[in-house]
């Protein structure tokens, strides 16, 4: 199995603020917590609808250059009554559009912190 598909599931710590516009016109910010080459799981105490739609924009790390991507709600994580060791509340998002230059950009993201953590190779 290559590196990149043994390490294309697992969710890098990656906190950074992000912009929001869902399809019905709402534009917000949330704060992202994870990060992989299918999505990124946001911090947000509000609850979309699975399936919903939008568009995600922030910085990638060491330029001044934007990822965009479309996605779609994936799965949504309410309060949990013992949030110690889980998720905050928020939701994922799985990208639908990733262009080839983002993708690579979160690619390197993902490599970055798998150097810096060879633990997580596995």
């Known amino acids: 199995m290559s590196e990149r598909r043994s390490t294309a599931m697992l ?3 990656f906190v950074r603020l992000c912009a929001l516009e869902f399809d019905a016109g709402r534009k917000t910010s949330a704060f992202i917590a994870n ?3 299918l999505g990124v ?9 699975v399936g919903e739609r939008l568009s995600v924009r922030f910085g990638s ?29 928020g939701f ?26 060879p633990q997580t190779k596995r």
């Open 41 to 49: 799981y946001l911090a947000w105490d509000e609850h979309p609808v």
């Open 11 to 13: 969710r890098v710590p």
């Open 35 to 37: 990060i992989n080459i």
């Open 61 to 89: 790390p060491g330029t001044s250059i934007e990822i965009t991507s479309r996605g779609v709600v994936a799965w949504v994580n309410p309060k949990q009554q013992h949030p110690v060791h889980s998720l905050p509340p």
């Open 92 to 117: 994922g998002v799985k990208f639908v559009d990733l262009s080839p230059e983002a993708a690579r950009r979160i690619e390197s993201i993902v490599q970055d912190y798998v150097a810096r953590h």
